[in-house]
């Protein structure tokens, strides 16, 4: 299965061909790093996206939600230290005027450009700093790197991939930033995806969907979504072959290694929760219907008691079945199996025994999964979560405004 | 409207006539603290409960449940420091010899006790210590204080008191354990309540439902519960007087009380979470409905960022827009004011421009509140939270199984 496709040493959102990027710092933020990137194509590409879900919603979801319809994108411009959120018609100004900035340096007109922005919300953007920012930034084949540093916040390190699939002889790449206790909810979460693959633009946006149902939104809770949260995926064709088209053999191929990147991407957010030093894994099996499956998962993975557990190295695993009562599924206690890899906690809804010292061993591990099989179905799911340190509390504390 | 029903200065929940309770150290906690309890009426009381909505369900949930129906009680038995969840068949029989076990102290038959437990889940209760324990257990008028004290865990202090409604002549009293972040999810709650009034059974239950959702349920997220919590109250009806039924004037005065006590027990716990140092009050007026309004108060004081921001000391009211508009209630940015205190930060979905360090000094203080006004009907709703600090973090990292 996964000899589809392979992961690119160091690749980046601008491992397929025709795309270039770079970044400055154009002092939004206060510290000296990069808080401006510009991600372009060479052609037009055609563009799928999947946006926060929050009613109250930043001026530039508002913008590229528009410019989503129908429309060919050339680039996406994003800042990160500022949200443009709750700023009005000012700051919807300010969203479509980024998107001019870089037009210019892309070479293309403003409603080509996609845009998005993440930080402080209710604080207009510092336009003069970004009108002078811009011009400093240059577009390079090389530049991924530097696009996925620019649209850090509290993250500790860019997220960046791409894979290659051998039979199509194309190429994907994404950049992301999440941290923030990893909820999207809880920090802006974004992600850059560019593939130089020709695909219909109504299978690219399913794909996407789909994609970012089985990796993203398992770092989160459905709906709990940040007023900046965007997913862009930009395809070119400029790796030439057949349009991928739904339904067929190379849109299966195109979706595994898709979600291939999502998922790997999605783990790499959980990693780098603000304060997080463990990935948690919940695999749900068992279950009677998919979303059921995911519910689970989700709601166990972002569980405030079970991330202090597992910084706490604590095995204690009725906080898991605790979380795992109120998902809102039917699950029956006396049907559970839980199991810490592979150590079995709990069979048929009752406690079995198990060396504790095995267990605080295997919970100290930088990954964790428990694993719990709900005895009613086929269906699975796994989401990710990462442990709730103190220094979580202090780094939300002191993000000022 | 409040002159209806006053606080008895130091009232517990033995102080309407004909209750008495006690505690002692059995040895269920390692700590040298009080954690057996049992709370006892003279005669029969009607008795009504609200119980966790957790599809994992303690055994003594379960039997209180069953015991609830139709069924007087004569008393009440908790231990803290065993939750006696995902316990099986010997959880059940535990559960129900706990109660034979309160019955021989109370002089009562077994299935007119009622009993909770709450601490670690998936731990068998030490019943040789509950039997020995017991039997020092002695029932006391003045024994309000010490069940109070009996049924803590990670609480810093008892929550207990009592209003006296002048022209009924009873009284109604309370003791609750909560702590945990206060989201019933995030640790047990527990609350017992006793009145001397006279209340006829279904009124009875009604009105603890209806001051369990203006309470505690505002300092919870729906659905979100342990599997343990339950909220009991006990009816002896020994002030005298006539039955107060459903629809009456009585009935009215009697609700205020309740809610008047109910709200008391549920900002004590949110004023006591774990590791808290600020009571967090978030007021929403001008919804569609009532349980809009819940459900954007709730959902911001839930808030880990708000939470958070709280405990930093920064007015960083984009965090209370952004919860408000993931709450899933259709609100509309540009018609919402908000507001700390009497400073208003957004008028009509518009940034305010406002006295920073008069920011500052109002959110410092110990209790916060923030008003939000959806500006689409003439609903209102309160709910309380409390900072999230890095002691909180820390305690749950240390409670252990």
Redesign the interface.
């Known amino acids: 299965m996964d000899a589809v496709f392979e992961f690119i040493p160091s690749g980046t959102v601008t491992s397929p061909k025709g795309f270039r990027a770079g970044a400055t710092h154009a002092g939004i933020k206060k510290e000296k790093n990069l808080d401006l990137a510009v991600l372009a194509s060479e052609t037009p590409c055609d563009v799928a996206g999947v946006f926060t879900?929050?009613?109250?919603?930043a001026a530039p979801v508002v913008l590229s939600q528009q410019r989503l319809k129908g429309g060919k994108a050339r680039g996406v411009v994003v800042n990160s230290g500022c949200?443009n959120?709750?700023?009005?018609e000012q700051g919807r100004a300010d969203a479509e005027e980024m998107t001019a900035l870089a037009a210019e340096i892309i070479g293309a007109s403003p409603d080509q450009v996609m845009v998005a922005s993440t930080g402080?919300?209710?604080?207009m953007l510092p336009m003069a700093r970004l009108r002078a920012g811009i011009k400093q930034i240059s577009l390079k084949r090389e530049g991924g790197h530097e696009f996925a540093r620019g649209i850090m916040t509290t993250d500790t390190v860019p997220k960046e991939a791409a894979v290659k699939v051998k039979a199509g002889k194309y190429t994907i790449g994404g950049a992301a930033k999440g941290a923030?206790?990893i909820?999207p909810?809880?920090a802006t979460f974004l992600c850059f995806m560019t593939t130089d693959a020709r695909v219909e633009p109504g299978f690219l946006q399913s794909a996407l969907k789909q994609a970012a149902d089985a990796s993203f939104n398992m770092v989160s809770i459905d709906?709990?979504?940040?007023?900046n949260d965007t997913v862009l995926l930009l395809a070119n064709g400029l790796a030439g072959g057949g349009v991928i088209s739904s339904g067929t053999e190379q849109a299966e191929v195109f979706q595994q290694a898709l979600n291939g990147l999502c998922i790997h991407l999605a783990r790499a957010m959980a990693r780098d929760g603000e304060g997080a030093a463990t990935l948690i894994e919940i695999k749900v099996n068992g279950a009677p219907d998919l979303a059921s499956a995911r519910q689970v998962a989700r709601t166990v993975a972002s569980?405030?008691?079970v991330k202090?557990?597992v910084?706490?190295r604590?095995?204690?695993?009725?906080?898991i079945?605790?979380a795992?009562?109120?998902?809102?599924?039917?699950?029956?206690?006396?049907k559970i199996d839980l199991s810490l890899g592979s150590i079995c906690?709990?069979k048929a809804?009752?406690?079995q025994p198990f060396s504790?010292d095995e267990a605080v061993k295997r919970i100290s591990q930088e990954e964790v999964t428990f694993i719990l099989n709900l005895n009613l179905g086929k269906n699975s799911a796994v989401a990710w979560g990462c442990d709730?340190?103190?220094a979580?509390?202090?780094i939300?504390?002191?993000?000022?405004?």
Do not use: F, Q
């Open positions: 879900r929050n009613r109250v919603k949200a959120a709750c700023t009005g402080v919300i209710g604080h923030g206790m909820h909810d809880l709906g709990d979504t940040s007023t569980s405030t008691l202090t557990a910084h706490g604590d095995p204690n695993w009725g906080r079945m605790a795992a009562g109120r998902s809102g599924v039917e699950i029956v206690e006396s906690m709990m809804g009752r406690p504790h709730l340190t103190e979580y509390v202090t939300n504390s002191r993000y000022t405004t």
